[in-house]
């Protein structure tokens, strides 16, 4: 079943007939619901037989980057579409996952819905500070934090420090040598992600 606000975004979907909960998957800044990243994530929820639907934001399916936009009107959008899409599918709680750009979205959606209540958020890469993760609309939304240990936007214990100060009670996964893509830090070859698979595990033990 699908809407004709879905049919304008690119997007991937598994229906689970067992289960009334879903996933909706919130791809980074760049590479979008192609990157590696992305498809293992989706295929690991698929293989559980979760409902997961995981979609690129406009400017990912123009080929575009996001330099000199200054809003996130439509990313908001796609997602706002992409909870109606799942709930006009009888989807019930919506557990998004938002890697780095895609919890950001995320707080500042639920920013906006405020009243929204069977939606609850993890992010993989917390992006702290003005413009980027609003965290008082994370309160009562937040599930899990998985941040690398050694994250450039902002270490574990921060993260933590964070939450603490905005009253958010919220699992915080670190994950020890890694950088905000999951890379290993004291390897040579920081194009590969050699901490990105036990990144999602860790996510997915607690989800």
Known sequence: ???????????EYHNS????????LLHGIRGGIHEVYM??????????????????????????DRNGI???????????TAYDFLKSADKSPIHIIGKSFGGIVASHWLSQNRVVEDVDVSIMGYVPGEGNVLPDALRGKLRVVVQGE???YASP??????LAAHQIEADVIEITNADHSYRDISSNNLAEYAYQDSAIDALLNKI
């Not at 079943?1 to 997007?11: D, N, R, T, V």
């Not at 007939?17 to 909706?24: G, V």
């Not at 214990?157 to 964070?162: I, K, N, P, S, T």
């Open 150 to 152: 050694h994250d450039r």
């Open 70 to 80: 200054s809003t996130l009107d439509e990313e908001m959008y796609a997602l706002q």
């Open 39 to 64: 498809q293992t994530l989706f295929a690991k929820l698929q293989s559980r037989d979760d409902t997961v639907l995981a979609l690129n934001f406009p400017y990912m399916s123009r080929g575009e």
């Open 157 to 162: 214990g921060q993260v933590r420090a964070e």
């Open 1 to 11: 079943m699908e809407s004709a606000g879905i049919k304008s975004l690119e997007f």
């Open 17 to 24: 007939y067992s289960k009334n909960s879903a996933y909706l």
